[in-house]
């Protein structure tokens, strides 16, 4: 800190500590997956892994390996068409991205990009193009490493609005990784250094004495018992 202003040594704090989050976030959600089962465990695992949407038949030899890697893809497209519509060249580009992808019989992927997204018709010389079902908004993940931050931010502009009594958390759960990273995981998640990180960006972010738009509920951050969270007092009374 040598030679910097207390402005530049904030700023630099600032930075850093963005980064770190960032990174946190990183460890959290690309951790190694969980390994292919054998053959023998395919339907067990086929069925705890399934949710409709893939396409993958769960009769089929390496019908686990086929739903990771539709799993994988899925994730994939939701965060492309989250960004904005694209034509389906630049939706096939999301494939490479995911190993062994090509794998999959093209009647997979087709259902699957059937189950993210709606066709916009062709306009004048714009080709057709295929954008986000609004009910898959729910999968974004803010953070997501293959979006760049322009991507993002065009993203979050275009996130639909919520219900005004809809409770919906920031991010869904992180992808399950395998089991020999998962007491990892949740030490990450929930350690006494981490929550104090957290609350002290939210406190900066979310002032104590913050009323909200509607209402004029009142926006308050806790931290008590070794736990943050935030709390929202309606109560107008």
């Not at 799993?71 to 960004?83: C, D, G, K, P, Q």
């Not at 992808?175 to 250094?193: E, G, K, R």
């Not at 979310?206 to 935030?230: H, M, N, Q, W």
Request: with cysteine; proline share 8%.
């Amino acid at each position: 800190q040598d030679g910097l202003t207390a402005r530049e040594c904030r700023d630099f704090s600032t930075g850093l500590a963005e980064e770190a989050l960032h990174l946190l976030i990183l460890l959290a959600t690309e951790l190694p997956r969980t390994p292919d089962p054998d053959e023998a465990e395919d339907a067990v695992v086929v069925q705890k892994q399934t949710q409709g949407s893939l396409g993958v038949d769960v009769g089929a030899p390496g019908a686990a390996r086929s739903v990771r890697i539709a799993t994988n893809v899925r994730r994939e497209l939701v965060h492309r068409l989250a960004s904005g519509p694209c034509t389906h060249s630049e939706v096939h580009e999301c494939f490479q991205l995911i190993p062994k992808s090509d794998a999959l019989p093209a009647a997979v992927l087709e259902a699957i990009l059937q189950g993210v997204s709606l066709k916009c018709p062709a306009k004048g010389l714009e080709p057709e193009k295929l954008q986000l079902r609004q009910e898959c908004w729910a999968e974004f993940d803010a953070m997501f490493y293959h979006l760049s931050s322009q991507a993002h931010q065009s993203a979050l502009e275009s996130m639909p609005p919520f219900a005004p009594d809809a409770v919906v958390p920031v991010v869904g759960p992180p992808p399950a990784c395998h089991p020999a990273f998962s007491q990892f995981q949740i030490d990450l998640l929930t350690c006494d250094a981490t929550r104090q990180a957290i609350y002290a960006a939210l406190r900066d972010a979310v002032p104590s004495d913050a009323t909200s738009a509607k209402g004029g509920g009142e926006v308050r951050l806790e931290a008590s018992s070794g736990k943050t969270s935030i709390a929202e007092n309606n109560d107008t009374s």
